[in-house]
């Protein structure tokens, strides 16, 4: 069982803190530079470690650009007030993902450029393929190692690994927690030590800052990717921006 809860724990922090490092506070954000060598490397990364829900930068970065632009308004992709319950919050930002991934939609010229492509690994990260070819990796996994029927109960939560982290931050974090700062929207701080979301669900702290890397903002808050992020910049494998 213990290889189970590691795989799984793994799983969850790893697909967890790529999302936020790379696809959030990197393709969505800037919050930092990085030469081409290392833009792939964690491309990849993100795309190993989110697997069988791996999301595309470009659709992910046009989405989360407007989700601060109209912060709970009727055009914001996944608020949770124009939206009866979690569910319906995902089926609504995947219909939106999808038209932007598909490029069945254009969108705004102020959320356009400055995120990281790479059309080779976006076309094979979005084949049912590979993403099915994951899924038959996660349950071959389970298969060898769990001892227990009711460990399979985890298998979902690996198949929509990123889908789920989004909807967790997007759900709990505009709805649930206390407040730092008047945003005008309805975002909140759910937990001071966010370590099962890796920073994410300093919401409200993120909306009053969106371009600082630091999502923690009063003495008692820890965002557990700062540190991490601070080191990367101290071995100068990324470059971090000045913010005011």
Request: with cysteine; net charge positive.
């Amino acid at each position: 069982m213990t290889i189970i809860i590691v795989f799984f724990c793994c799983h969850w922090f790893f697909s967890l803190f790529f999302q936020t490092f790379f696809l959030h506070r990197y393709a969505s954000h800037k919050m930092f530079k990085m030469n081409v060598f290392w833009e792939r490397t964690f491309y990849l990364a993100t795309f190993i470690f989110q697997g069988s829900s791996f999301l595309n930068p470009r659709a992910y970065a046009i989405m989360h650009r407007m989700h601060h632009a109209y912060s709970d308004t009727e055009k914001d992709p996944h608020s949770p007030h124009f939206i009866k319950d979690v569910w319906g919050l995902m089926i609504q930002t995947k219909n939106i993902y999808l038209s932007y991934l598909k490029y069945k939609q254009e969108p705004e010229p102020q959320f356009r450029d400055r995120y990281p492509t790479w059309p080779t690994l976006d076309y094979i990260g979005d084949m049912w393929l590979t993403r099915i070819g994951f899924v038959l990796f996660y349950i071959a996994f389970y298969i060898v190692f769990a001892p227990y029927w009711w460990l399979y109960l985890l298998l979902p939560i690996h198949f929509f690994m990123g889908p789920l982290h989004g909807a967790i931050v997007n759900w709990c974090g505009h709805k649930y927690g206390y407040t730092n700062f008047d945003n005008g929207d309805h975002s909140k701080n759910m937990l001071p030590l966010d370590f099962l979301m890796m920073g994410e669900l300093f919401q409200n702290n993120h909306h009053q800052k969106p371009n600082d890397v630091n999502f923690a903002k009063r003495w008692f808050e820890l965002d557990p990717s700062y540190p991490i992020i601070r080191l990367m910049h101290w071995m100068r494998i990324i470059k971090l921006r000045k913010t005011t």
